[in-house]
Each structure stands twice: as structure tokens, then as C-alpha cells.
């Protein structure tokens, strides 16, 4: 039996975490590639779930247990090679990263747009991120050609956790939410200076949102008020003091009394620990007024808030409700919960007298999506004639945390009344079996604040489809799809900016870092215009010399790897190949094979897409070959494959992953003797059923809060029904309870690696979050 040896059970921050492991960690010496000596990979260095307290442990079969102090004897040349590969680490982990991009057309030339581009780059020591703006003229010539012209160096951003342009861009807001109990900074910017800025304390609100999900913020049409969502203010908390339990919250400084946390509230699982519930707040910007929108009542929490077209001289807001009457099970990647596109009548900030009258005869808050189990990512178009939103209901009613979304739109009413009457029309329907090459359905799009084209009805996102990202355009009163990224492209694409009815874009790969493109449609925008799309030269991609020419060293390929059980009882979608990225040397010989490392990604309805990734760039330039596993259930396939994994979990998914390693062997891509595995969570879980029922197979393996025994998960997760669904497929949603029964349990523990423990004897590291509440560290010791 393999021996554990617990090497860490420190305070790991994610960063200090990756560059400690990556520089520092021992040792497998069949796979280093560059070294006759053992070294230790990490799959995905950034923990994705809360980890702060991290539990490092070591499985291995050499029999011998080391000291606590790692590594130990270090000779010279180690120690070097252990510093240049810390100091690759360290360059790819500079590489900056482009997040979120803005135009302003100019008010001067009209051939000029002003751009300003968010950029992200993670600060290793300090474990923090840093936030920097950099701008640029994109100036458009006669002969119609573009040039960037860029600001020689970007901005840093200290302390903004948001920028938000209004609609004409002649102001801004930036937010910087609270360290501790200090108050929300509001800050309205104009052209050249801070126009008004307001302090909002923690007695009328805590954070705002900025979580993607939840997350908010929407100037009015005037520019005169902001509708945001914010965590409830903190309730006070009971004091106990010399004279008993006194339940309000008390000013005084007595040294003797002792502040208990008050009554314990559910809040939305794994990364919203301590969150206080969403609420809806609207700010008058010019008195620093903030008023609650208190209709809502505490049964919703409430995000992703926009002003609506006016109807009959009325405002509303129109935000996205999530129901919390019974218990609050986990939300982070869990699109199953059910929620729905409320409105309410905005604030009036003219007076109290009018704000009572007006509020007191009407329907306060109003459900406009009835009919469906999920809407979210409220979006006008520019003529207020229609609202537009995503519905993940498709995986709300199978009970799949992720499933291919559907568009949909609303008429909305300019006159008249709004209620909840109004009808859900079907745009972009969920796509069962996608014919070869052709649009598989909606995954994981987002839509920008302003994502429309000249004609007002066609919107620009992006979208996964199969292994890669794409752009799509989406005519709203025709419903017809179309991809604008190019067809023949293997990289990803993501938009980040409509310039008129041009597109910002990043295109990347797993050997190329994010570099920006633009796309001018040739002709109209009709629905089958071509875009021509040019590179545009950015500061961004200038990375080291180390980093471009280790990158220009690689190449890649989307492999389509044909399933191994199509004969069996599956449908059209589940019977066709899915799909695996192989990344390795250009200058591999056929006859030696660089060691490959396999990387599965966890959900299991999740994807790895070809956009570029500094961990697994990190791995490939050391000399690893990769082979990223979208099996099937993965996102980008359509639903038929995506829905043919619950119930089958452990089996289906363990084999398309041997499938698609025997698929590169056969092909020469691999030596059968210097295969190792990673995966985080359900990747994890993957893992550890592989080292269990392929014990041959792999030379080394690490696990990230690997799922190792469903029947221990299932009583303190906070996602209990994924373990019933995923094990049970779809009768799982129908047979879920708090309570597992015995039968249950036997089940659960027969689907898990735990049941194929005796037979495992790769050494195996695993990298345990002690705070995940997803996959809690017990699992994962157990197994240990
Ligand atoms: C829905 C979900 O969170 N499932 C987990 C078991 C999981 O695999 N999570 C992935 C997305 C992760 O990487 O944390």
C-alpha cells in the first residue's frame, strides 16, 4: 500500500500556494522531462473554491516517510533548477490578462473612438491581484484600415473593485467596496476629476455584489441614480453583559460584556460563506441618497438589476429573484436554481409624500417570467421594444447544474400595464444533437451592458461551442445563430466591446497568449456577413522572451475521439465523438514521447476550452505533452451528450477518459509508461477512480479536493442533490433528500473511487481546501 505523508497543513494562499508547489515540490522521476529527477505538477494551481486553510498530502510507494522539512539535501544543480523553474513560474504568472473592455465614441472626430481596457495581473508575493486601465485611440483611416494607439502605460487601479461608465460616457462610477466594517465609497467621475463622492455605511448596506452572478449595477437613462445590489445591511448583534443578554446592539465599551454572532442565517454555500443576502439599493447621485427597494422582501435574493424602458411616464427595475422559502442549497456553478425576471417600481427621489402615494395603489413587485423555471441576464434592446435574457431552464427542471441555455425575449409594454401576464417567446432554443460542425446551443454566454448592432436587434456574444469559445451574433426576431469568429479557427474568442458595429475581441490558444483582435463586418450586417477580423497590436502580448519562445515551441490540435459504447442503448448525441486538446512539442521525436500529464475538469457539466491557461502553459513549456479530456457531459456538445452522463458517473466518464488515452497512444501522441492525471473536484474525483480501476496506467497523479466518497459528501456539501442526481441520473432530482437512507449510502459508496481504493498504487498528490464547503476536506482525508 502507497504510505501518506501529510507534508503541509498551513494557512496556503492560492498564489503562494501554486509558486510554492511549482517551484519547490518533489519529485516522480519517471516523468520529468527534463530531469533525471522526481518533480512534483500541479493541475490548476488557483484554487476555484475557498481554500485559505489547505491540507497538502502525499501518497507515494517508495515506503519511506520524509521529515517535515521539505526538500531536504539539495544539491546545487537542484537548488538551480529549482530557482529557474520558480522563475518560469513566476513569468507566466505575470503574464497580464486583459478582463473587460470599454469604447466612448470621441466627441470631437468621428473617426476616432476612445477605448479603455481593464487589465489584470496577479502579484504572487502579496497574493493579491492588481488592477490597472489602459487606453487607446482606435482611429479609423480613410482607406479604411485601424490603428491602436495606445497609452504608453496603464493606470493602477488601488482599491476600485468597479468601474461602470454611464450610457452617454460622460461619467463614471467607480466603486471600493469595504475592507472590514468601513463604509462603500461611491465615486461619480467626470472628464477630469471627481464630481461627487459619497461614504454608504455598513448600517444602510455591506459589499456590493461584484460576483459575476448576483452582481449588478445599472445607471438610469437621465444619469441621475444607480440601481446596484448590495449585501443586507449586518444585523446588530446580541451583546451578553454582567446584566444578562441585552438583544439589540449596544454602543457601549463595557470590557465585560461579550458579543455573540447573533441567530444563524443560511447564505448561498460554497464562495458566499458569510454573505449576507443580495439586496436591491438605488443611489441618487447627486444627493448621495440611498434608498432600499425594500418590495423585494427578504424571500428573494435578488441580483443582476437594470432600469426599464419607462412605461406610462413609470420606471421599474427589472432584476432576477431567486427563491429561498426552503433551504439555500449551493449556487456557485449550480444554474438548477430555479429563478425568475421580477419588476418593481423604481425609487422616486422627489419626495417622501410622492414616494409613499405613488407605491401605495400598485402591484409591488411583479414576476414577468411565469412560465419558465430559470431567467436571468435582463438585457433591453436599444429600442426598449423587447427584454432579452437566458434561461438555464433546462437545468433547473432535469436537476444537471449546468446544461445548455435557451434565449428568450419579452414584448415589453410602453403603455398600458405590466403584469405578469406577459409571454416568454422562444429565440434560441436548448439544441438536443447539433449536426456536424453546426451551432450545438448556448453555454455559459454573458452578455455585454450594451451588446446590439446598428439594426437594434442583432446581439454579439460569446459562446462555448465543442472544445472552443466562439463569437456569435443572435438575431433576436428571427432567432437565427450565427458564428462571427471564424469557422476554422481551433483558438478561442471571446468579445469584450462593440465599437459601432464593429467588435473588440481576445483570441488565445493553449500556446498563445490573449491577444486582441477587431472585427469589421464585410458589408451589411446581415445575417451572413462575413467578418474580417485584424490583429490589433497590443502592449499586452509583449510578454517575456523566455515565455514566447517556449510557446513558439508548441502546437496543438482538438482531437474528435470516437466513444467506445456506441453500440449501446444511447441516443444520436451521446453516439458521437467527444472531444480531447492535445498540446505538446513541435520538436517531440517519434520514437521518445515527452512524458503527458491528462487534465480533466471537474462539474462534471463544465469544459476545458482551448483559451489559454498559464498552469497548463506552464506544464507544456517544461516539456509535458497534454491532453485535456472534454468527456462526454461536458459543455459545447449539445444536450443529448451533456444529459447521457448522470447516473452514470464513475463508469461513462472513467472510460471516455481511458478511451481518449489509449486514442493518443495508438495515434503515437504518448508513451503508455509516462502518463500522469490531474483533476480538481469531480476532475478529482475522475482521478482517483482512475488510479483505482487503471492502476497500470498512470506513473503519478494529483487530485485537487477530489469527490472520493459520494456517501461522505453527501451529508455535508452544500450541494447534497448533486450527489442523487449524478448518481442516480434523472430520477435522482425526484428521489433527493435531506436524509440519504442506507440503500443510498450503498450506492453512493459503490459509484465512488473510494470502492476501488485496494487497488490503487500510483503515487498520487493531493491538494485539500480545508474551508470548501463543495467538497469538504473529509473526503479527500478519508481517502488518504
Ligand atoms: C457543481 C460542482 O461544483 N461540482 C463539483 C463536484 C465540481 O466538480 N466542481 C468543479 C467545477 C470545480 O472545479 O470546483
Redesign the pocket.
Known amino acids: 500500500m502507497p504510505n501518506l505523508r501529510l507534508v503541509h497543513s498551513l494557512h496556503f494562499t492560492s498564489a503562494t500556494l501554486s509558486a510554492t508547489l511549482y517551484a519547490n515540490l518533489i519529485t516522480f522521476s519517471s516523468l520529468s522531462p527534463f530531469r533525471k529527477r522526481k518533480t512534483f505538477f500541479l493541475s490548476?494551481p488557483i484554487f476555484?473554491?475557498s481554500s485559505s486553510l489547505s491540507v497538502l498530502a502525499v501518497m507515494d510507494n517508495t515506503g519511506g516517510c520524509r521529515t517535515k522539512e521539505m526538500p531536504v539535501g539539495l544539491d546545487a544543480a537542484t537548488q538551480e533548477e529549482y530557482a529557474s523553474v520558480s522563475k518560469l513560474v513566476q513569468e507566466f504568472t505575470d503574464i497580464p490578462t486583459i478582463d473587460k473592455a470599454w469604447t466612448f465614441k470621441s466627441e470631437t472626430a468621428d473617426d476616432v473612438t476612445h477605448a479603455m481596457f481593464l487589465i489584470g495581473q496577479p502579484n504572487l508575493l502579496s497574493n493579491k491581484r492588481r488592477k490597472s486601465m489602459l487606453s487607446s485611440h482606435i482611429l479609423q483611416k480613410s482607406n479604411n484600415s485601424i490603428s491602436f494607439h495606445w497609452a504608453p502605460f496603464p493606470i493602477e487601479m488601488t482599491g476600485v473593485s468597479a468601474v461602470v461608465p454611464s450610457p452617454s460616457g460622460s461619467k463614471l462610477l467607480i466603486i471600493r467596496n469595504p475592507e472590514g466594517d468601513s463604509p462603500t465609497h461611491f465615486e461619480i467621475w467626470g472628464p477630469s476629476e471627481v464630481k461627487n463622492q459619497f461614504a454608504i455605511p455598513r448600517s444602510i448596506h455591506g459589499s456590493v455584489y461584484l460576483d459575476g452572478w448576483f452582481e449588478g449595477i445599472s445607471w438610469n437613462t437621465d444619469e441621475t441614480a444607480i440601481a446596484y445590489v448590495a449585501e443586507e445591511p449586518d444585523p446588530p448583534k446580541p451583546t451578553f453583559t454582567g446584566f444578562g443578554y441585552k438583544r439589540e446592539g449596544t454602543t457601549d465599551k463595557d470590557c465585560g460584556s461579550w458579543k455573540g454572532q447573533g441567530y444563524w442565517e443560511e447564505d448561498w454555500g460554497?464562495a458566499y460563506a458569510g454573505k449576507r443576502q443580495p439586496a436591491l439599493f438605488v443611489l441618487d447621485i447627486h444627493s448621495g441618497e440611498v434608498r432600499t427597494v425594500t418590495e423585494v422582501g427578504r424571500g428573494l435574493s435578488v441580483g443582476q438589476v437594470v432600469w426599464a424602458p419607462s412605461i406610462d411616464g413609470h420606471q421599474y427595475l427589472v432584476f432576477v429573484g431567486w427563491p429561498s422559502d426552503s433551504r439555500k442549497l449551493?449556487i456557485?456553478?449550480?444554474y438548477n436554481r430555479p429563478c425568475a425576471l421580477y419588476a418593481v417600481k423604481a425609487p422616486s427621489f422627489k419626495s417622501e409624500a410622492s414616494v409613499t402615494s405613488s407605491n401605495a395603489a400598485e402591484d409591488l413587485l411583479i414576476k414577468l417570467t411565469q412560465s419558465i423555471s430559470s431567467a436571468f441576464f435582463p438585457n433591453f434592446s436599444p429600442d426598449g421594444k423587447f427584454l432579452v435574457f437566458l434561461s438555464a431552464k433546462s437545468s433547473v427542471d432535469s436537476g444537471a447544474?449546468?446544461a445548455t441555455d435557451s434565449l428568450h425575449k419579452i414584448e415589453w409594454p410602453s403603455n398600458g400595464k405590466l403584469d405578469s401576464s406577459l409571454k416568454v417567446i422562444d429565440v434560441v432554443p436548448v439544441v438536443m444533437c447539433p449536426e456536424d460542425g453546426c451551432f450545438p446551443g448556448l453555454y455559459h454566454s454573458k452578455f455585454l451592458s450594451k451588446p446590439w448592432l446598428s439594426d437594434g436587434h442583432t446581439m454579439v456574444l460569446s459562446s462555448v461551442w465543442g472544445s472552443t469559445q466562439a463569437i456569435l451574433s443572435v438575431n433576436v426576431l428571427s432567432g437565427q445563430v450565427s458564428r462571427i469568429s471564424p469557422n476554422d479557427s481551433n483558438s478561442s474568442w471571446d468579445v469584450l466591446a462593440l465599437d459601432g458595429n464593429n467588435i473588440i475581441a481576445i483570441c488565445s490558444s493553449p500556446i498563445e497568449i490573449a491577444g486582441i483582435k477587431y472585427g469589421v463586418p464585410a458589408g451589411n450586417i446581415s445575417m451572413d456577413a462575413k467578418w474580417n477580423w485584424l490583429d490589433v497590436n497590443s502592449p499586452t502580448t509583449k510578454s517575456s522572451e523566455k515565455v514566447l519562445s517556449l510557446l513558439a515551441s508548441l502546437e496543438f490540435d482538438i482531437m474528435k475521439i470516437p466513444v467506445r459504447d456506441a453500440s449501446e442503448n444511447l441516443t444520436k448525441g451521446a453516439s458521437k465523438p467527444f472531444e480531447a486538446i492535445y498540446v505538446s512539442s513541435k520538436h517531440q521525436k517519434p520514437d521518445s514521447r515527452d512524458p503527458l500529464i491528462v487534465i480533466l475538469?471537474?462539474?462534471?457539466?463544465?469544459v476545458l476550452l482551448s483559451s489559454f491557461s498559464k498552469s497548463h502553459a506552464f506544464l507544456s513549456s517544461l516539456g509535458y505533452s497534454l491532453l485535456i479530456v472534454n468527456y462526454r457531459g461536458s459543455l459545447g456538445f449539445g444536450e443529448e451528450a451533456l444529459q447521457s452522463l448522470p447516473g452514470k458517473i464513475g463508469s461513462q466518464d472513467v472510460n471516455d477518459v481511458l478511451t481518449a488515452i489509449d486514442y493518443a497512444i495508438d495515434k503515437g501522441l504518448a508513451d503508455p509508461s509516462k502518463i500522469a492525471v490531474v483533476g480538481?473536484?469531480?476532475?478529482?474525483?475522475l482521478t482517483t477512480h482512475l488510479i483505482g480501476q487503471a492502476p497500470d496506467k498512470f506513473a503519478a497523479a494529483v487530485a485537487?479536493?477530489p469527490?472520493c466518497n459520494i456517501a461522505l459528501?453527501v451529508g455535508t456539501?452544500d450541494?447534497p442533490d448533486?450527489c442523487f442526481f449524478?448518481t442516480y441520473g434523472h430520477e435522482g432530482k425526484s428521489i433527493f433528500t435531506e436524509s440519504p437512507s442506507a440503500e443510498h449510502l450503498a450506492v453512493f459508496y459503490s459509484k465512488s473511487p473510494i470502492s476501488h481504493i485496494s487497488k490503487v498504487k500510483t503515487p498520487t498528490l493531493f491538494l485539500l481546501g480545508a474551508q470548501d464547503l463543495?467538497?469538504p476536506v473529509s473526503t479527500g482525508i478519508q481517502y488518504v
Do not use: T
Open positions: 490548476r476555484n473554491l460554497e449551493g456557485k456553478y449550480c447544474h449546468s475538469h471537474g462539474g462534471p457539466h463544465a480538481g473536484s469531480h476532475g478529482g474525483f485537487r479536493n469527490v459528501m456539501s450541494i448533486w449524478e463543495r467538497v
